[in-house]
């Protein structure tokens, strides 16, 4: 029997989730059945400024929504993923697509991580077409401005939402 085989299929899913959309349990939910262990990588992301929670409260909360899949685990990402995959052991990298526009950009950094490291391979899932329109981003702003948006996020965004300030 080959070394391969007998690894522990592992993938990295990387992101800022700040906060933490049903679009990304989702790609989570179905990540954790194709593979024997997943680490979401919860990255600070320096080009998104003013996050809304830090690093720990989007751990707390990745913990939160994911309690009920033991193959699930939450990390801070510190650096270059393709090296944090490596340094987890991880062979895979998943990243959700919603449209077009998601594309071109995760196709760079498919690339240029493939080019980084050629044995971790990217694989992508398409976003449930219930999930297609929703981004951390805009849900933030939905919620800024007091809007309801109880049906686009689990409880556990819910509740960290409820311990912050609209302005903050
Ligand atoms: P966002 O783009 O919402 O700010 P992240 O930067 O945290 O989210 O994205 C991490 C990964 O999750 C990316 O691959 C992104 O395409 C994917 N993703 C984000 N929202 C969704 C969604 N609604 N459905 C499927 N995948 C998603």
Redesign the pocket.
């Known amino acids: 029997m080959t070394l391969v085989s007998t690894q522990a299929r592992t993938a990295v899913y990387?992101?800022?989730?700040?906060l933490l959309?049903n679009?990304?349990l989702?790609?989570i939910e179905r990540s954790q059945k194709l593979f024997d262990r997943l680490i979401v990588a919860v990255g600070s992301n320096a080009t998104k400024a003013s996050p809304l929670f830090s690093v720990e409260e989007r751990l707390d909360v990745l913990r939160e929504a994911t309690d009920q899949w033991a193959n699930v685990e939450a990390a801070e990402l510190q650096g270059l993923t393709v090296e944090f995959a490596a340094a987890k052991k991880a062979q895979f990298i998943i990243?959700?697509?919603?449209a077009i526009s998601?594309y071109e950009f995760?196709l760079q950094l498919a690339l240029m991580n493939h080019r980084l490291n050629k044995n971790i391979e990217t694989i992508f899932l398409a976003?449930?077409p219930t999930?297609?329109f929703?981004?951390?981003?805009v849900i933030r702003d939905v919620w800024r401005h007091g809007g309801d948006i109880s049906e686009f996020v689990p409880t556990a965004t819910l509740k960290a939402l409820e311990r912050k300030s609209k302005t903050a």
């Open positions: 990387p992101g800022s989730f700040d959309t679009g990304h989702d790609i990243r959700g697509l919603r998601d995760e976003a449930d999930n297609i929703v981004s951390s981003r």
